[in-house]
């Protein structure tokens, strides 16, 4: 039941924390790139303290170091592309105070570091994927198009003609945003349990 728990929740945020996110693919893939990023450093900085024995200390400086990644991000962003950091600003810091990153760093874990990493690996994973579906498809469906990472800035590729999309801007306004995400939500739901009526079944 926990673990069911856990995956619905993780689903929710996940979805939830991008809906602030500018709704173009690439600006979403810079967040998942630092969650990702915030996961695998945060394991190894927690695992080090704990190392040096320092764990009545642990939860302040590890949220200082998560914050110090996201700081160090932006301005390398800003060194990359100063609009695209200029856009995103406050949004580089939401994958640091979601349950997705700190709970899951706070965790009691006494496994060892490979088993934690990979643990932790395809957590993020997970996560990566259901973001990378709600980023693609809000986009398409909203402006008809989809924006990639290149290596000037971000390149928009439309693979809908604009006058079919008349009515899909609501998909890049929050409401629009939050129902796109309870959508997927739904179907995420759906998928775990048939998931799990086949596993019973073999």
Partial sequence: MQQKNDFYINCAVS????????PRFAYGVILVIM???????GTLFKRSLEKLQMQNMLNPLLILFLVSVSMLTGILLAYY?????????????LPVFTSLVVGKL?????MPLGSLLRKNILYSAFITG???????????FGYGS????HGSGIV???VIPPQYMQTGIFWVTIPGGIT?????????????????VKREQQ
């Avoid at 979805?15 to 500018?22: E, G, I, K, T, Y």
């Fill in 81 to 93: 592309d100063a609009v695209l950091s200029l856009t995103l600003n406050f949004v580089l810091f």
């Fill in 156 to 158: 928009q590729h439309q």
């Fill in 35 to 41: 969650f990702n990023l915030l996961i695998l450093l």
């Fill in 15 to 22: 979805l939830v924390m991008l809906v602030p996110v500018p």
């Fill in 130 to 140: 259901i973001s990378l579906v709600f980023l693609c498809v809000r986009e398409i």
């Fill in 106 to 110: 706070l965790a009691n874990s006494d």
């Fill in 180 to 196: 796109l995400a309870a959508l997927l939500l739904v179907l995420c739901t759906i998928a775990q349990k048939v998931f799990l």
């Fill in 146 to 149: 989809i924006t990639l990472l």
